[in-house]
């Protein structure tokens, strides 16, 4: 696949997953509490909270993966050279190296606590630890590696 084709479909896919985080991400800071349960823990305690400062983060949650799914699609429709494509480049490859850790990790350390590999010394919702495993820390981790894919076919631009 050419270098342009490649970076277009990987920033495409990368925004369309931050536009569509961002969307679950507004769905809960507007109430919505379908699926929340999956979250757990302290963000699930501070949706179902609806406090100022609750409604405040999940907005700012919301705007800053919306300017992530942004900078994506911007990331292939600038002009070659100059600082405005370096910038974009050096911004997703920082948001890239940024979803891969904190999704990898989770992922990793998830998956080792589920097959009791790692005993948790606190008490463990699994429910919730099985949705990050699988959906959310994993959806953090797709979305970074397709940002890599298209920072990476962009350079070659």
């Given amino acids: 696949m050419p270098d342009l084709r490649r970076a277009r479909w990987a920033a495409r896919l ?3 997953l931050a536009f569509a985080s961002a969307a679950v991400s ?12 999956t979250v757990g823990g302290a963000i699930e305690d501070l949706a179902r909270d609806r406090s100022l400062g609750a409604v ?4 700012a949650t919301v705007l800053l993966k919306v300017a992530a ?17 370096r910038f974009l480049l050096l911004a997703n490859g920082v948001a890239s ?18 097959g009791g590999a790692i005993t948790s010394s606190a008490d463990v919702d699994r429910h919730a ?8 820390d994993m959806w953090f981790l ?5 940002l890599a894919v298209a920072v990476a076919a962009a350079r070659r631009l």
Avoid: E, K, Q, S
């Fill in 129 to 136: 630890l099985r949705w990050h495993v699988f959906v959310w």
């Fill in 97 to 114: 190296a940024i979803l891969c850790v904190w999704g990898g990790a989770n992922v990793v350390v998830g998956a080792l606590v589920l």
């Fill in 56 to 59: 405040a983060l999940g907005t």
């Fill in 142 to 146: 797709v979305w970074g590696l397709a």
């Fill in 26 to 37: 507004l769905y809960w800071t507007v109430g919505g509490t379908l699926l929340l349960d």
């Fill in 69 to 85: 799914g942004t900078l994506a699609l911007a990331l292939v429709h600038v002009p070659v050279g100059g600082r405005r494509r």
């Fill in 14 to 16: 990368a925004a369309g």
